[in-house]
Protein backbone atom coordinates (compact mmCIF):
# COMPACT_ATOMS: atom_id res chain seq x y z
CA UNK A 1 0.00 0.00 0.00
CA UNK A 2 1.83 3.52 -1.18
CA UNK A 3 1.42 6.04 1.09
CA UNK A 4 0.80 9.13 0.30
CA UNK A 5 1.13 12.45 1.92
CA UNK A 6 0.01 16.08 1.40
CA UNK A 7 1.76 18.82 3.57
CA UNK A 8 1.05 21.16 4.88
CA UNK A 9 -2.99 20.20 5.49
CA UNK A 10 -3.65 23.71 6.20
CA UNK A 11 -2.04 27.32 5.17
CA UNK A 12 -3.94 30.85 5.37
CA UNK A 13 -1.69 33.57 4.31
CA UNK A 14 -2.56 37.15 2.95
CA UNK A 15 -3.24 38.18 -0.39
CA UNK A 16 0.43 38.67 -2.01
CA UNK A 17 2.08 36.00 -0.22
CA UNK A 18 3.93 33.54 -1.79
CA UNK A 19 3.19 29.30 -0.70
CA UNK A 20 4.41 25.93 -1.50
CA UNK A 21 2.68 22.74 -1.07
CA UNK A 22 3.87 19.48 -1.07
CA UNK A 23 2.47 16.25 -2.48
CA UNK A 24 5.25 12.73 -1.00
CA UNK A 25 5.34 9.59 -1.64
CA UNK A 26 7.06 6.24 -0.92
CA UNK A 27 6.39 4.95 -4.34
CA UNK A 28 7.28 5.65 -8.05
CA UNK A 29 4.24 6.99 -9.91
CA UNK A 30 3.96 6.71 -13.17
CA UNK A 31 2.58 10.20 -13.68
CA UNK A 32 0.55 12.85 -11.34
CA UNK A 33 -2.42 15.29 -11.40
CA UNK A 34 -3.16 18.02 -9.08
CA UNK A 35 -6.65 19.49 -8.63
CA UNK A 36 -8.35 21.94 -6.81
CA UNK A 37 -11.34 22.28 -5.61
CA UNK A 38 -13.05 25.07 -4.09
CA UNK A 39 -16.32 25.48 -1.59
CA UNK A 40 -19.50 24.09 -2.46
CA UNK A 41 -17.58 22.65 -5.73
CA UNK A 42 -16.29 19.30 -7.21
CA UNK A 43 -12.50 19.34 -7.98
CA UNK A 44 -11.10 20.75 -10.72
CA UNK A 45 -7.83 19.50 -12.54
CA UNK A 46 -5.35 22.00 -12.85
CA UNK A 47 -2.49 19.93 -14.60
CA UNK A 48 -0.80 16.16 -15.24
CA UNK A 49 3.06 15.85 -15.09
CA UNK A 50 3.98 12.74 -16.51
CA UNK A 51 8.48 13.07 -16.87
CA UNK A 52 10.21 12.92 -14.09
CA UNK A 53 12.31 16.75 -13.25
CA UNK A 54 8.96 18.34 -15.52
CA UNK A 55 7.98 21.51 -14.57
CA UNK A 56 4.51 23.17 -15.68
CA UNK A 57 3.34 26.58 -15.09
CA UNK A 58 -0.26 27.71 -15.39
CA UNK A 59 -0.09 31.23 -14.97
CA UNK A 60 0.79 31.79 -10.83
CA UNK A 61 1.25 28.33 -10.81
CA UNK A 62 4.27 26.14 -11.30
CA UNK A 63 4.30 22.61 -10.70
CA UNK A 64 7.14 19.83 -10.62
CA UNK A 65 7.36 16.27 -10.67
CA UNK A 66 10.61 15.12 -8.69
CA UNK A 67 12.97 13.64 -10.49
CA UNK A 68 12.36 9.96 -8.70
CA UNK A 69 8.74 10.79 -9.65
CA UNK A 70 7.99 10.07 -5.95
CA UNK A 71 7.00 13.56 -5.43
CA UNK A 72 5.85 16.54 -6.55
CA UNK A 73 5.21 20.05 -5.44
CA UNK A 74 2.85 23.51 -6.22
CA UNK A 75 4.08 26.72 -5.70
CA UNK A 76 1.72 29.99 -5.60
CA UNK A 77 3.53 33.14 -6.79
CA UNK A 78 1.35 36.19 -5.27
CA UNK A 79 -1.39 34.23 -3.84
CA UNK A 80 -4.96 35.84 -4.25
CA UNK A 81 -8.15 34.83 -2.85
CA UNK A 82 -9.54 33.17 -5.88
CA UNK A 83 -6.54 30.68 -4.73
CA UNK A 84 -8.07 29.68 -1.71
CA UNK A 85 -9.80 26.04 -2.20
CA UNK A 86 -8.64 22.54 -1.25
CA UNK A 87 -5.12 21.15 -3.36
CA UNK A 88 -5.70 17.57 -3.74
CA UNK A 89 -2.52 15.54 -5.50
CA UNK A 90 -3.52 12.46 -7.11
CA UNK A 91 -0.88 9.89 -8.17
CA UNK A 92 -1.25 7.24 -10.89
CA UNK A 93 1.18 4.34 -10.34
CA UNK A 94 0.35 3.35 -14.32
CA UNK A 95 -1.02 0.14 -15.93
CA UNK A 96 -4.63 -0.95 -14.40
CA UNK A 97 -4.05 0.89 -11.19
CA UNK A 98 -6.65 3.60 -10.14
CA UNK A 99 -5.66 7.52 -9.79
CA UNK A 100 -5.47 7.86 -5.78
CA UNK A 101 -6.01 11.05 -3.87
CA UNK A 102 -4.14 12.81 -1.03
CA UNK A 103 -5.68 14.13 1.85
CA UNK A 104 -5.21 17.35 0.44
CA UNK A 105 -3.94 20.98 1.04
CA UNK A 106 -6.82 23.37 2.24
CA UNK A 107 -5.66 26.97 1.69
CA UNK A 108 -7.47 30.28 2.62
CA UNK A 109 -6.04 33.34 1.61
CA UNK A 110 -6.80 36.52 3.44
CA UNK A 111 -7.50 39.56 1.45
CA UNK B 1 -19.67 23.94 -15.35
CA UNK B 2 -17.89 20.97 -15.61
CA UNK B 3 -20.46 18.65 -17.58
CA UNK B 4 -21.37 16.49 -14.45
CA UNK B 5 -24.55 17.32 -12.52
CA UNK B 6 -25.69 15.51 -9.27
CA UNK B 7 -28.79 16.09 -8.05
CA UNK B 8 -30.10 16.51 -4.71
CA UNK B 9 -27.05 19.26 -3.87
CA UNK B 10 -28.37 18.35 -0.21
CA UNK B 11 -30.03 15.65 1.38
CA UNK B 12 -31.02 14.90 5.10
CA UNK B 13 -32.42 11.53 5.69
CA UNK B 14 -33.21 9.42 9.04
CA UNK B 15 -31.38 6.12 9.44
CA UNK B 16 -34.44 4.07 8.16
CA UNK B 17 -34.91 6.08 4.76
CA UNK B 18 -34.34 5.07 1.33
CA UNK B 19 -33.01 7.91 -0.89
CA UNK B 20 -31.03 8.26 -4.31
CA UNK B 21 -28.59 10.26 -5.06
CA UNK B 22 -28.52 10.67 -9.03
CA UNK B 23 -25.86 12.16 -11.49
CA UNK B 24 -25.61 12.42 -14.86
CA UNK B 25 -22.67 13.66 -17.63
CA UNK B 26 -23.08 15.60 -20.83
CA UNK B 27 -19.32 14.90 -21.83
CA UNK B 28 -19.69 11.83 -23.82
CA UNK B 29 -17.69 9.73 -21.20
CA UNK B 30 -17.72 5.93 -21.04
CA UNK B 31 -16.48 6.20 -16.91
CA UNK B 32 -18.38 6.57 -14.16
CA UNK B 33 -17.34 7.00 -10.53
CA UNK B 34 -19.13 7.59 -7.17
CA UNK B 35 -16.46 9.38 -4.01
CA UNK B 36 -16.83 9.89 -0.42
CA UNK B 37 -15.35 12.67 0.60
CA UNK B 38 -15.29 13.25 4.19
CA UNK B 39 -13.16 15.60 6.96
CA UNK B 40 -9.66 14.84 7.56
CA UNK B 41 -10.12 11.52 5.06
CA UNK B 42 -8.48 11.64 1.40
CA UNK B 43 -11.62 11.12 -0.94
CA UNK B 44 -12.35 7.86 -1.06
CA UNK B 45 -13.11 5.69 -4.26
CA UNK B 46 -16.91 3.68 -3.89
CA UNK B 47 -17.73 2.60 -7.14
CA UNK B 48 -16.55 2.25 -10.66
CA UNK B 49 -17.99 1.31 -13.42
CA UNK B 50 -17.07 1.52 -16.96
CA UNK B 51 -19.26 1.01 -20.39
CA UNK B 52 -22.07 0.16 -18.04
CA UNK B 53 -20.04 -2.26 -16.40
CA UNK B 54 -19.04 -2.04 -12.50
CA UNK B 55 -15.38 -2.55 -12.04
CA UNK B 56 -14.77 -1.81 -8.71
CA UNK B 57 -16.24 -1.98 -5.75
CA UNK B 58 -13.86 -0.63 -2.87
CA UNK B 59 -15.70 -2.76 -0.15
CA UNK B 60 -18.52 -0.69 0.17
CA UNK B 61 -21.31 -1.68 2.53
CA UNK B 62 -24.45 -3.05 0.99
CA UNK B 63 -26.35 -0.09 2.10
CA UNK B 64 -24.89 1.79 -0.50
CA UNK B 65 -26.09 0.35 -4.02
CA UNK B 66 -25.03 1.93 -7.44
CA UNK B 67 -26.81 2.00 -10.31
CA UNK B 68 -25.42 2.66 -13.99
CA UNK B 69 -28.28 2.30 -16.93
CA UNK B 70 -26.65 3.85 -19.51
CA UNK B 71 -22.76 5.60 -19.81
CA UNK B 72 -24.44 8.74 -18.53
CA UNK B 73 -26.46 7.92 -15.84
CA UNK B 74 -25.30 7.00 -12.31
CA UNK B 75 -26.87 6.30 -9.22
CA UNK B 76 -26.33 5.75 -5.85
CA UNK B 77 -29.62 4.25 -4.23
CA UNK B 78 -28.88 4.37 0.09
CA UNK B 79 -30.91 2.67 2.44
CA UNK B 80 -30.53 2.18 6.33
CA UNK B 81 -27.65 4.27 6.55
CA UNK B 82 -25.36 5.23 9.93
CA UNK B 83 -24.44 8.77 10.62
CA UNK B 84 -20.95 8.13 10.13
CA UNK B 85 -21.90 8.43 6.37
CA UNK B 86 -22.59 11.54 6.41
CA UNK B 87 -20.36 13.21 3.76
CA UNK B 88 -19.82 14.37 0.88
CA UNK B 89 -21.03 12.32 -2.20
CA UNK B 90 -19.38 13.01 -5.40
CA UNK B 91 -19.36 11.96 -9.00
CA UNK B 92 -16.59 12.25 -11.58
CA UNK B 93 -16.64 10.94 -14.85
CA UNK B 94 -13.43 10.04 -17.68
CA UNK B 95 -13.20 9.32 -21.07
CA UNK B 96 -12.88 5.26 -19.69
CA UNK B 97 -11.71 3.82 -16.41
CA UNK B 98 -7.37 3.50 -17.86
CA UNK B 99 -4.89 4.97 -17.54
CA UNK B 100 -4.59 9.13 -15.97
CA UNK B 101 -7.59 10.56 -18.17
CA UNK B 102 -9.40 13.86 -16.22
CA UNK B 103 -12.01 13.11 -14.17
CA UNK B 104 -14.80 15.46 -13.78
CA UNK B 105 -16.50 15.80 -10.94
CA UNK B 106 -20.11 17.34 -10.05
CA UNK B 107 -20.24 19.93 -7.39
CA UNK B 108 -21.18 16.66 -5.12
CA UNK B 109 -24.41 15.86 -2.89
CA UNK B 110 -24.24 16.86 1.16
CA UNK B 111 -25.40 13.85 2.68
CA UNK B 112 -26.23 14.41 6.62
CA UNK B 113 -28.18 11.04 7.92
CA UNK B 114 -29.59 11.71 11.41
Known amino acids: TQLLEQSPQFLSIQEGENLTVYCNSS?????LQWYRQEPGEGPVLLVT?????EVKKLKRLTFQFGDARKDSSLHITAAQPGDTGLYLC???????????FGIGTKLQVIP | ETGVTQTPRHLVMGMTNKKSLKCEQH?????MYWYKQSAKKPLELMFV???????ENNSVPSRFSPECPNSSHLFLHLHTLQPEDSALYLC?????????????FGPGTRLTVL
Open chain 2, 92 to 104: ASSQDRYGINEQF
Open chain 1, 27 to 31: SVFSS
Open chain 1, 49 to 53: VVTGG
Open chain 1, 90 to 100: APWGGGYQKVT
Open chain 2, 27 to 31: LGHNA
Open chain 2, 49 to 55: YNFKEQT
